[in-house]
Nanobody
């Protein structure tokens, strides 16, 4: 049974930084495109960032470009989201996502696996 477990969320002041981690188990991590999504209260879930399984190329939502960095370590089956320059509008539950042999982008549907989410709260 595949499982994604996020960690690293918390409360931070505007301008601060956080690093989210997502540990994967029960799947062949190296052949999964990985990504991060977020959902703020009263809003739909939205794409944040994705990293390719093959060449580790990355893509980002315009709202986080230049502030967030996604990376992966296949040796420990983990994907990371380094967030800096945080703004109150970044407040949301952040979800890790996995898609077998496909890159995750803003257009991706039918995600194979979701994590349970981790809360990020940015105070002004």
């Amino acid at each position: 049974q595949a499982q994604l477990v996020e960690s690293g969320g918390g409360l931070v002041q505007a301008g601060g930084s956080l690093r989210l981690s997502c540990a994967a188990s029960g799947l062949t991590f190296s052949i999964y495109g990985m990504g991060w999504f977020r959902q703020a209260p009263g809003k739909a879930r939205e794409f944040v960032a994705g990293i390719n399984w093959r060449d580790r190329s990355t893509n980002y939502a315009d709202s986080v470009k230049g502030r967030f960095t996604i990376s992966r370590d296949n040796a420990v089956n983990t994907v990371y989201l380094q967030m800096s320059g945080l703004k109150p509008e970044d407040t949301a539950v952040y979800y890790c996502a996995a898609k077998r042999i496909q890159e995750i982008t803003s257009a991706t549907t039918n995600i194979d696996y979701w994590g349970q989410g981790t809360q990020v709260t940015v105070s002004s």
